[in-house]
């Protein structure tokens, strides 16, 4: 009778420690730490070879719980294991997630938990083996290129200066949301500065009059430069592809823009001769949050460089408040980080 009820109360407690384990199993679904990467028939083999004359063996089956119960009577020890399924490979896996060791009152037992934690979207299941990486996105870092416009709108009565004008991009943060098998897509967002010059040929600069801003030409004084200067805050929403090989990515989306500061200035000579600088105006009729759209193609590993392309399909200017211009730029980005 005494020896049922030692049995009985090990298992007990083993049932207890199995659903505690099973407990902070679920809470966490991780890259697995397989014990002994049992199988269905390695569960009987591996006890078969550790198993001494007087040892009396039962095993239980709980669902998608194996236990196994192993008595010794002359040592007066019992032992005891629970397997649970693994559920994330499409072979039958049991995986050891307790075991437990109970002599002349004493107990040893031992959980097994998750060597690292991984989120995975709703509705998926990743898969861990060799060639499954973290996802390295390509936002953060520092980009360079031409600004101009599209031929739509008023861009061609405006003699932007093509060649002087630049956009230059530093991209802060970034944040990558896988959603396919091995991490070849995600979703990728973040945080940049933008800063955009655009330079205008001639006598001529922007500025704003009854609520309109205006190109405006000047004839008594000689300008040496003439510049729109727009400074934003960049928040993209981009869905980025990399090939199975890992050496190549491809992104696209869209990006939201917030106007921080703007003015229009020039610098002229006066009737000395003298170089001279002014801020004509500031802040204008821009519309303070825009919309464009981002492409990007480049190489991921050591050479961490790609070109992009951005088009805005929204007017720089708020409607009906100035010229009807379609910002495009294009160049290189050195993601450095």
């Known amino acids: 009778m ?12 083993a049932l207890c420690g199995a659903f505690t384990t099973n407990a902070t199993h679920n809470g966490s679904v991780a890259g697995r730490q397989m014990t002994n990467d049992v199988g269905e028939n390695h569960i009987y083999t591996s006890l078969t070879t550790h198993v001494a004359v007087e040892d009396s063996i039962r095993i239980f089956e709980a669902g998608n719980r194996r236990i196994l119960l192993k008595e010794n009577e002359p040592k007066q020890r019992v032992d005891v294991q629970v397997y649970e399924k693994n559920g994330y490979s499409d072979s039958t896996f049991y995986e050891k997630i307790f ?42 870092g520092l ?11 008023d861009s061609d009565n405006i003699p932007f200066n093509n060649s002087r004008s630049f956009e230059l991009n530093f991209n802060l943060m970034e944040k990558a949301i896988p959603i396919s098998h091995h991490y070849r897509w995600a979703i990728v967002t973040g945080l940049g500065i933008r800063w955009t010059r655009y330079h205008l040929k001639g ?6 009059f009854d609520d309109y801003t205006r190109l405006v030409e000047v004839e008594d004084v000689r300008y040496k430069r003439s510049k729109l200067g727009i400074t934003s805050l960049s928040f993209p929403l981009l869905l980025e592809w990399q090939n199975p090989k890992g050496n190549l990515f491809f992104s696209a989306g869209v990006v939201g823009s917030v106007r921080t500061w703007s003015s229009s200035k020039i610098e002229y000579y006066n009737e000395q001769g003298q170089k001279r600088s002014k801020k004509v105006d500031k ?34 200017f708020e409607r009906n408040k100035g010229p009807e211009l379609y910002p495009l730029s294009f160049g290189l980005f050195w993601h450095l980080f």
């Open 143 to 153: 980009g360079l290129g031409f600004a101009s416009f599209t031929g739509d709108g």
């Open 203 to 208: 006598n001529r600069h922007f500025e704003e």
């Open 283 to 316: 802040g204008m009729t821009l519309r303070p949050i825009n919309i464009d759209i981002l492409s990007q193609v480049g190489q991921v590993g050591t050479r961490r460089w790609g070109a992009f392309v951005r088009y805005t399909p929204i007017s720089l």
């Open 2 to 13: 005494k020896r049922n009820i030692r049995i009985s109360t090990c298992a007990m407690l």
């Open 99 to 140: 075991e437990g060791h109970y002599r002349d009152g004493n107990s040893v037992e031992r959980r097994k938990y998750m060597a690292s934690i991984n989120i995975p979207m709703p509705g998926r299941k990743f898969k861990e083996s060799g060639r499954c990486r973290r996802f390295d996105p390509h936002w953060s």
